[in-house]
């Protein structure tokens, strides 16, 4: 808490350093601890869901906000919208090393990149649901960047 609050209030980012490496932490002490008290095939299905947590909460996060923001999208559209936006963006969430800022500008630019994808697997009504959609996506990322700790109003 102390260090997302310091991230919070100044844009420290040993702080969110500490918050990765304390979450490792944590979560190799939970490894132990379970390695100690399952079966082989229980760990290696707890190692799975583990590898698998953040495709799983990707896709939830966006099927929420396709139902909620998804206008006129059908039912497959969402699915393809959704699928290709956790592909697109799933590489970058397991990138670490990237500041708030750098990582929201660097999603936002792949959400747009998102588009080009989807052009040419959705029709064009479906399409424009669509590109409705990730554009509020990517003002939302954009609003939310100017409130980061060092964001400038030249930025």
Same mark, same amino acid.
């Given at each position: 808490?102390?260090?997302?609050?310091?991230?919070?209030?100044?844009?420290?980012?040993?702080?969110?350093?500490?918050?990765?490496?304390?979450? &490792?932490?944590?979560? !190799?002490?939970? %490894?132990?601890? +379970?390695?100690?008290? *399952?079966? #082989?095939? @229980?760990?290696?299905?707890?190692?799975?869901?583990?590898?698998?947590?953040?495709?799983?909460?990707?896709?939830?996060?966006?099927?929420?906000?396709?139902?909620?923001?998804?206008?006129?999208?059908? &039912?497959?559209?969402? !699915?393809?919208? %959704?699928?290709? +936006?956790?592909?697109? *963006?799933? #590489?970058? @969430?397991?990138?670490?090393?990237?500041?708030?800022?750098?990582?929201?500008?660097?999603?936002?630019?792949?959400?747009?990149?998102?588009?080009?994808?989807?052009?040419?697997?959705?029709?064009?009504?479906?399409?424009?649901? !669509?590109?409705?959609?990730?554009?509020?996506?990517?003002?939302?990322?954009?609003?939310?960047?100017?409130?980061?700790?060092?964001?400038?109003?030249?930025?």
């Amino acid at each position: 808490f102390k260090d997302s609050m310091a991230f919070l209030k100044d844009g420290d980012m040993s702080a969110m350093d500490n918050m990765a490496q304390n979450e &490792e932490q944590r979560k !190799a002490a939970l %490894r132990e601890v +379970l390695a100690q008290n *399952l079966t #082989p095939e @229980q760990l290696a299905a707890y190692d799975t869901y583990e590898e698998e947590l953040p495709r799983r909460m990707l896709e939830q996060s966006f099927d929420m906000q396709l139902s909620m923001m998804g206008g006129s999208m059908d &039912e497959e559209t969402r !699915a393809i919208v %959704r699928d290709t +936006l956790v592909e697109t *963006l799933l #590489p970058l @969430q397991e990138d670490t090393t990237l500041k708030p800022s750098d990582s929201m500008a660097q999603t936002a630019e792949a959400m747009e990149q998102t588009l080009d994808r989807l052009e040419g697997l959705l029709p064009p009504d479906q399409y424009e649901s !669509a590109a409705r959609f990730i554009q509020q996506q990517v003002g939302m990322m954009q609003g939310f960047e100017e409130m980061l700790p060092g964001a400038s109003a030249a930025e």
